[in-house]
């Protein structure tokens, strides 16, 4: 008598595939939104890094700017600190953008995404 052998997946190989894909989804679901947002909020502090008013700001009508920017596309909750206007050795002016984002994943796991870049003129 031949013995056979089985082929293909087990159910629990299925199910455990179909875990972790689950996991990586919502883990997609909440990390990747964090990153669509700060496109906006780059997008909103570069174009005031790009108008002509830019070099004679101060660092409170510069917050100021771009509070009123993010309010506009709908972003809260991003702490005006997170906006510093700097200068390099050469004198050139930029906005230093540092922030983090913590999200619940499940229970008691999160993720912690953190922002930290400048911000300069593309003109």
Request: glycine share 4%; proline share 2%; aromatic share 10%.
């Amino acid at each position: 008598m031949k013995r056979g052998y089985q082929q293909g997946a087990t159910m629990w190989s299925y199910l455990a595939i179909i875990g972790m894909v689950g996991f990586l989804a919502m883990l997609a679901f909440k990390v990747v939104p964090i990153y669509f947002e700060h496109r906006i909020i780059r997008a909103a502090v570069q174009d005031v890094v790009d108008s002509r008013e830019f070099v004679n700001m101060s660092n409170k009508t510069i917050n100021s700017t771009v509070q009123t920017r993010l309010t506009v596309n709908n972003v809260r909750g991003i702490d005006p600190k997170a906006f510093k206007a700097k200068r390099d050795r050469s004198g050139e002016k930029f906005i230093l953008v540092q922030y983090e984002v913590k999200t619940s994943i499940m229970s008691n796991l999160s993720a912690l995404v953190e922002f930290n870049e400048e911000i300069r003129s593309s003109r």
